[in-house]
């Protein structure tokens, strides 16, 4: 299918590396942020997500850290492996939303084996 | 298997032609919604629906129509497709209408209207 990756940032890691991916939101009112993962072909993935009352949250492998003094989000993913190949979507609730979501555009991650 | 199915996967039509994508999910979640996806614009919604008979417009609502007259089936309605509209679409459905959880989205459809 067409590539979602076109015009995207790009992240490429050896197979085992930690990678970071990061996140600028938009609105000060966000309060509830999330990570997907989408492979080709496919549609988003849902990782993890924080509530703006956490500063970090842990699931397995996957690390988000969230700053909301200068609005910005990370991923952190450990031993990346070859299956973590994907673009990788942070999205907010748009301005406190109960219902909208705004995403980024996205950060493909590449991991050579 | 819990999942979200989007019907159909694939589709060429021309432009006028009235069309409807078909959205199911069964989980009995309360929450469904549309987006679109485009090459350097991501994800952008298009309709919400926060239980049965309640929608309300994303970002991008113009040229679509939704309805939600059973929990489990969210159809999006081109009633006069555009080759603007020729996209990547989504369906998405989380388990409350109006607490945040996340969100599961479906396999995609893949619209072309020339």
């Known amino acids: 299918g067409e590539s979602v990756g076109l015009h995207l940032p790009t992240l490429s890691v050896q197979e085992g590396d930690n990678s970071i991916i990061n996140c600028a939101y938009s609105n000060s009112a966000s309060d509830y942020f999330i990570w997907y993962k989408q492979e080709s072909g496919k549609g988003p993935q849902f990782i993890i997500d924080i509530r703006s009352n956490m500063d970090k949250r842990q699931g397995q492998r996957v690390t988000v850290l969230l700053n909301k003094t200068v609005k910005h989000l990370s991923l952190q993913i450990a031993a990346t492996q070859p299956g973590d190949s994907a673009v990788y979507f942070c999205a907010e609730n748009s301005g406190g939303s109960n219902y909208k979501l705004t995403f980024g555009k996205g950060t493909l991650l590449t991991v050579n084996p | 298997e819990a999942q979200v199915t989007q019907n159909p996967r694939y589709l060429i039509t021309v432009t006028g032609k009235k069309l409807t994508v078909t959205c199911s999910q069964n989980?009995?979640?309360?929450?469904m919604s549309w987006y679109r996806q485009d090459p350097g614009l991501g994800l952008r919604q298009i309709y919400y629906s926060m239980n049965v008979e309640v929608t309300d417009k994303g970002d991008v609502p113009e040229g679509y129509k939704v309805s939600r007259k059973e929990k489990r089936n969210f159809p999006l309605i081109l009633e006069s497709p555009s080759p603007n509209q020729t996209s990547l679409y989504f369906c998405?459905?989380?388990?409350?209408?109006?607490?945040?959880?996340?969100?599961?989205f479906g396999p995609g459809t893949r619209l072309t209207v020339t």
């Open positions: 998405a459905s989380r388990r409350d209408g109006t607490e945040l959880y996340e969100q599961y």
């Open positions: 989980m009995n979640h309360e929450y």
